[in-house]
């Protein structure tokens, strides 16, 4: 299988699918910028990375080398090869118009649930209800009164992550349109993925 590299523009999501040992690089290239991610199982779209699986097969709120994220199945899905930042949120849904008119009073807000969507919804991909992401880059760290904060991402231009697919996915990638919290500094950049 040739190397693919998708650009994903800021606050705009892609789709990419793997095979069996597929190595999935998600990439920072401006720095400071999350990444939401969600994925199917290309042979059972009722398997699905689930970020709350995860959470208890793992039995912390933060990733390490080594670690496989999980489906609603419990069985693994991505492993994690290579991590450049080590701060990524496990708690935090997907940013959605709701929320930006609830928060902030705008309408018509990009945001990562209606760019997961549009992007299923060009492969005729169930979209009636999508799992919650795992916030890669996302600095949401949990204070000492276990308040959780939203600060700028740490990550810098060129760092990555890196992931090794244990099952042949469907993942969504969304470039985090968030430009009313700090979670991308205040500015959404783009976000690039390759899969060899």
Same mark, same amino acid.
């Given at each position: 299988m040739a190397t693919q590299t998708v650009h994903i523009p800021a606050g705009e999501a892609r789709v990419v699918e793997t095979r069996v040992g597929s190595r999935v690089s998600i990439v920072c290239p401006l720095g400071e910028q999350v990444a939401d991610l969600i994925g199917f199982c290309l042979q059972d779209p009722a398997e699905y990375l689930s970020v709350s699986h995860t959470r =208890?097969?793992?039995w912390r709120l933060y990733l390490r080398v080594g670690d496989f994220l999980v489906? =609603? !199945?419990r069985e693994p899905l991505l492993e994690i090869l290579r991590d450049d930042v080590g701060k990524h949120d496990l708690?935090? /849904?997907?940013?959605? &118009? $709701?929320?930006?008119?609830?928060d902030?009073?705008?309408?018509?807000? !990009?945001?990562?649930? &209606?760019?997961?969507?549009t992007v299923l919804q060009e492969r005729a991909w169930p979209t009636t209800w999508l799992p919650d992401p795992i916030n /890669?880059?996302? =600095?949401?760290?949990?204070?000492r009164d276990l308040t959780q904060a939203i600060l700028p991402s740490v990550a810098k231009p060129g760092d990555r992550l890196v992931l090794r697919?244990? $099952? &042949?996915?469907?993942? /969504? /990638?969304?470039?985090c349109p968030q430009d009313q919290a700090a979670t991308n500094g205040y500015v959404p950049k783009p976000i690039d993925l390759i899969v060899e």
């Open positions: =208890n097969m793992l489906s =609603n !199945r708690l935090c /849904v997907a940013c959605d &118009e $709701k929320r930006y008119s609830l902030y009073g705008i309408s018509g807000h !990009r945001s990562c649930a &209606e760019n997961f969507r /890669v880059f996302q =600095n949401a760290p949990i204070d697919a244990m $099952k &042949e996915l469907l993942l /969504v /990638v969304s470039a």
